[in-house]
Each structure stands twice: as structure tokens, then as C-alpha cells.
């Protein structure tokens, strides 16, 4: 057996191997008694061609181990390899103990946890990935606060063009390394699908001495959609839930 498979097989004996569902484990698997083929295959992929290098091995295991320890043992099921081989194929660019480290440990603890199955979606790897570290600190600060920010926009006519500002924007800054960007990262974490902004009370317009309508104010509020609801479930290293 190469070395690269001993990794492999040492990882994977880390990974529960109750079945999730009916097609979890085929009549096939084999090396590890019941962990179904698909799982040791999403692994070979997703360690190979890096497994060989120095401190990835211990990287690697000590992921899956607390990845594994938060989850009761009695709700410990096998993870579907959509999730467990990009979740590690991710981790591997990631620096240890970082917020985007910690989503991607939390997310792999949800496709093994029976009760947190429903919200492991295998898109949301991917969507770990695309984040910058502070998105995911401001998404994970609104997601530990409960609180739905608020946003007031002006919007001023001028040669029948509306030019937009922000005069007030409650979401999270704190921590953030550029808080300058906080526009740019609303824009992207809107067209992620995770958040939208929606109208908290009608449009107030603004209107000049001579009661001409020059502009208008726009009252948002910031709320995660469905599908950012489940993310948060799934990844977010500040949920207080069981």
C-alpha cells in the first residue's frame, strides 16, 4: 500500500460509518469494513497530489477528529462524499483555526450529525470557499446576534440620473481587516444568495424649498435568505443550537 493510500485509510477511520442513507455504503465497499468506496474515493481526490507533504497528515486528521468530537456519538453518521472531499479539499489552502477553517469544520460536522443533515447542502463547500475572511465575519456576527442590520440610502435626481449614497449601514464592522469594502462585500454576499435586502417601511422622498421632489430615502433591512439560513446552521462557528 503507497503511502498516500495509508493516509487515506488513516483518515477515513476517523469518519463515522453508520449509514446515512440507503445508498450510503455499497455492497462493494471494502479497507474499511462498512465506509462506503465513494467516501475513500472523494478522499484520494481530494488529498492527492498533497498528502505526502510535511504536517498535512497530522493537519488533516486533527480536522476530522474535532470535526467528529462535536457530534454525539449516538447521531454520528457517515458523510456524503459531495461534502467530506471538497470540505478537505478545501481545508488544505486554508491556515489553521480560521474563521474560513472553522466553517469548513463545522460544515463537515453537519453532514455527520443526524440531526443537522437537512442543512448540509453539498453546494455549500463551494460557497466556503468564495468567501473572504471578512465576509465570513460579518455573515457570522449577524448570524450570532439574531439582528437584522439596517440600511438607509438617498438617492438624489440630477439630470434624470439617480446617484445613490449610503447614510446609514448597521451591518458588522468590527474585526473586519477592510471595512472600507463593507459595500463590495454586501454586493458579493447578496449575489451568493445568502442575504437580501428588503424594505423596512415605504420610500420618504426629499423634496426641495419649491416642493419638488429631488430625491429619496430607502429604508432596508438586512435578513438571511432560506438558503443562507441553512448555511449559517451548517457552517457558522458562532451557532448555539445543539
Known sequence: MSADEEIVKAIAKQL???AAYT???KPAAKQLGHLGEDILKALRLALFPVTVAAGLHDRFERFVK???ARIPEKKRVSPAPQIVGPVLEGVRYEPEGTTIDQMFSQ???ASMDSDRLKDAHPSFPMII????SDEAKILNSMFASGEQPKLIQIFQLRGGLAITSTERNDLPVT???FPENLSMYTDRLERLGLIRFHAEKPME????SDGHQVGGRNFLICKFTEVGEAFMRACSPERTGP
Request: aromatic content about 0%; overall charge neutral; hydrophobic content about 50%.
Open 175 to 177: 474585526g473586519l481587516d
Open 66 to 68: 474535532h470535526a467528529v
Open 23 to 25: 445508498d450510503a455504503i
Open 205 to 208: 422622498p426629499i423634496v426641495s
Open 107 to 109: 460544515l463537515l460536522s
Open 16 to 18: 463515522p460509518v453508520k
Open 129 to 132: 470557499k468564495q468567501l473572504s
